[in-house]
T-cell receptor, first 112, second 113 residues
Framework: DAGVTQSPTHLIKTRGQQVTLRCSPK?????VSWYQQALGQGPQFIFQ???????QRGNFPDRFSGHQFPNYSSELNVNALLLGDSALYLC???????????FGPGTRLLVL | GENVEQHPSTLSVQEGDSAVIKCTYS??????FPWYKQELGKRPQLIID?????GEKKDQRIAVTLNKTAKHFSLHITETQPEDSAVYFC????????????FGTGTQLKVEL
């Protein structure tokens, strides 16, 4: 049973660039949530996708956008990168009407 | 919105001792409370969870208690082992699925030999 996978594992970008992160949910799951985890902090909710639509959004600017594909995989896009966007980006998958979320290994983004 | 506070931020215990981590939440509508363990450079792993219709749940050396009236919940680890050393996060969310998790700030647990 495949768990949640994310790619790439690490990424280095410069300010102003754009980045796309990818997530494949756990087998059988249909809901994907994205979180940002700054160093030494708990994960912060960015947004959640179900049925290819954004269902909930946290306090993140419009520079953060996403997409969900028919196979339930998801992308997180960040435009106009800032130094403060450097963080571990975690994807979590779940079943639509169940609370339990399972996390992927994350993508560590460094913005220089 | 929901706010979750977690204490202590660091906790050092001797191997074999017990460890307790406490969290409080602000939204009385929250009714699902998971705990995650995150080792350095690894993903957060769900170790135990509790729903608001239950006051306590135990899984081997790990237990969680919930006081809905006081809006706080705690993680208890007994007979700690070096492999329990990690950062532990509590979280809270509305039940029924499809809702965001609000996390605490984490507790760095160190189990010393």
């Amino acid at each position: 049973d495949a768990g949640v996978t994310q790619s790439p594992t690490h990424l280095i970008k410069t300010r102003g660039q754009q980045v796309t992160l990818r997530c494949s949910p756990k087998s059988g799951h249909d809901t994907v949530s994205w979180y940002q985890q700054a160093l030494g902090q708990g994960p912060q909710f960015i947004f959640q996708y179900y049925e290819e639509e954004e269902r909930q959004r946290g306090n993140f600017p419009d520079r953060f956008s996403g997409h969900q594909f028919p196979n339930y995989s998801s992308e997180l896009n960040v435009n106009a990168l800032l130094l403060g966007d450097s963080a571990l980006y975690l994807c979590a998958s779940s079943l639509r009407f169940q609370e339990t979320q399972y996390f992927g290994p994350g993508t560590r983004l460094l913005v220089l | 919105g929901e706010n979750v506070e977690q204490h202590p931020s660091t906790l050092s215990v001797q191997e074999g001792d017990s460890a307790v981590i406490k969290c409080t939440y602000s939204d009385s509508a929250s009714n699902y409370f998971p705990w995650y363990k995150q080792e350095l450079g690894k993903r957060p792993q769900l170790i135990i969870d509790i729903r608001s219709n239950v006051g306590e749940k135990k899984d081997q050396r790990i237990a969680v208690t919930l006081n809905k009236t006081a809006k706080h919940f705690s993680l208890h680890i007994t007979e700690t082992q070096p492999e329990d050393s990690a950062v532990y996060f509590c979280a809270a969310t509305l039940g029924g699925g499809g809702n965001k998790l609000t996390f605490g700030t984490g507790t760095q647990l160190k189990v010393e030999l």
